[in-house]
């Protein structure tokens, strides 16, 4: 028996394309258009922090993590991990970080099995990532800060493997990602000082005071050059990067 090919109706394979390459290929926002940060946002989760609510698991940056996958997982993202993971069992409600719109749910902008993007003021965006189910929030919704707009879930889809929420700050054409911190009112202190993860920053050894702490590492644009391409790296990459 032949296979036989589907073929997509040539107007829905452009608008397909149309929107991967919206999604992917916008032109950036100019940092005078985004707002600068202040504390404004609040933290996804309810709660204190626990080994049995949520830990913050991954940091923002040149983690060591993304160096090892700096060609290939966090390739388009200059080499560094775009978002803050935290650790928490699947189900755990999501909160949005602060008043915003629906602008996605499930969109073109990754991390999945389920995501969900929020608009914000000031030209920025809030994406959630790795949710156990489709979020019943609608585009166009508008939301306030703390209220529920998912369930945090698995990164391989197990709830057992890697159970985390993936949370980035992103100016609204997709392409500028920011370091959360200084736009999240937290204790950033304290919610390093553990996580499931253990994992830490990637020294240069040229350089090795460069971005070794939480609120000390660089925004990154989509597409540019890697970062972190380090002649003397450590700990070396295991098995070399990827």
């Known amino acids: 028996m032949s296979a036989r090919r589907v073929l997509m109706p040539p107007l829905a394979l452009t608008a397909a394309l149309t929107g991967a390459a919206v999604a992917h290929y916008a032109a950036p926002l100019p940092l005078s258009a985004v707002a600068p940060p202040a504390a404004q946002f609040g933290l996804p989760f309810a709660g204190a922090p626990g080994p049995d609510t949520w830990m913050l698991g991954q940091g923002y940056g040149n983690t060591t993590g993304a160096y090892r996958q700096r060609r290939s997982t966090y390739g388009n993202l200059q080499g560094i991990h775009a978002g803050l ?6 189900g755990t409600p999501v909160r949005a970080i602060g008043d915003g719109v629906i602008a996605e749910v499930d969109g073109p902008h990754g991390s999945p099995p389920h995501n969900v993007v929020v608009n914000h003021a000031g030209n920025l965006a809030s994406l959630y990532g790795h949710l156990r189910v489709r979020s019943p929030l609608r585009v166009g919704q508008r939301v306030t ?3 529920v707009i998912g369930e ?34 937290a204790d ?14 990637e020294y240069d050894l040229t350089r090795p005071r460069r971005w070794q702490t939480p609120d000390d590492q660089p925004a990154a644009l989509r597409g540019g050059p890697l970062l972190n391409e380090y002649r003397q790296p450590w700990p070396p ?3 070399g990067a990827r």
Do not use: K, M
């Open 145 to 147: 800060r703390g209220q």
């Open 237 to 239: 990459a295991a098995g």
């Open 152 to 185: 945090s879930g698995d990164s391989q889809g197990t709830c057992v493997s890697a159970p985390h929420l993936h949370l980035e700050l992103r100016d609204r054409s997709h392409q500028r990602f920011f370091n959360p911190l200084p736009y999240i009112r």
């Open 85 to 90: 993971d935290f650790s928490a069992p699947c």
């Open 188 to 201: 950033w202190n304290s919610l390093a000082l553990a996580g499931s993860f253990g994992r830490g920053y």
